[in-house]
């Protein structure tokens, strides 16, 4: 019984003291803050280090919100869309087909050489009109990205994680693309 208590103690030590210099080595998490997306009415849980949102008019009119923060060498970034003229009679897979055509003008914009197919068919508590869909993508250079998109009648959410390799917090990198929420 003596052994047995001695050896999950010495466990427990080696184990404790294992964890303790990973931690002290590992990355830096970032504190997601529900955050106002410029005047879109939108918001989303994004780092503390994300700057202020640039805006930018579309082709069509819309407006078009841009920032993007690295935190620990991986790029945290968030695009979001103010559709000039609403969708309002689209139905959800004409929604969810033109989320993933601007997906698919972005991977021109990021150089995408490979990815893996949309998972199809997300969906928000909050906004029962809203799909998402997510994909994982690489660039030339191998970069990897995590990619989801949002989108309702009136706008598009765009949220992406980039960096050198597969994000290590994937409980953080799920709660951040799902942050985000759309206006009224």
Same mark, same amino acid.
């Given at each position: 019984?003596? #052994?047995?208590?001695?050896?999950? @103690?010495?466990?427990?030590?080696? /184990?404790?003291?294992? @964890? ?9 998490? !970032?504190?997601?803050? #529900? ?11 994004? !780092? ?11 082709? =069509?009119?819309? =407006? ?18 103010? /559709? ?25 914009? @990021? ?9 199809? *068919? ?25 990619? #989801?998109?949002?989108?309702? !009648?009136?706008?598009? *959410?765009?949220?992406?994680?980039? *960096?050198?390799?597969?994000? !290590? ?8 693309? =799902?942050? @985000?929420?759309? *206006?009224?």
């Amino acid at each position: 019984m003596r #052994k047995t208590i001695l050896t999950c @103690f010495l466990l427990t030590a080696v /184990f404790v003291a294992a @964890f303790s210099q990973e931690a002290s080595t590992s990355s830096k998490v !970032p504190r997601l803050n #529900k955050t106002g997306i410029g005047q879109s009415g939108c918001a989303a849980y994004l !780092p503390a280090e994300m700057p202020e949102f640039t805006l930018a008019k579309s082709e =069509d009119g819309s =407006d078009v919100y841009t920032s993007e923060a690295i935190v620990d060498s991986f790029a945290f970034g968030c695009i979001t869309v103010r /559709f000039a003229e609403t969708f309002a009679n689209a139905s959800a897979e004409e929604l969810e087909e033109l989320l993933i055509s601007y997906l698919e003008f972005l991977k021109s914009l @990021f150089e995408i050489t490979g990815a893996t197919s949309y998972g199809k *068919g997300h969906t928000q508590e909050s906004t029962p009109d809203a799909r998402g869909v997510i994909d994982y993508w690489e660039d030339g250079a191998g970069r990897q990205y995590v990619v #989801k998109g949002w989108i309702n !009648p009136q706008c598009i *959410g765009i949220l992406y994680i980039g *960096g050198a390799g597969e994000y !290590p917090y994937v409980n953080l990198q799920q709660m951040y693309l =799902d942050g @985000f929420r759309f *206006g009224e």
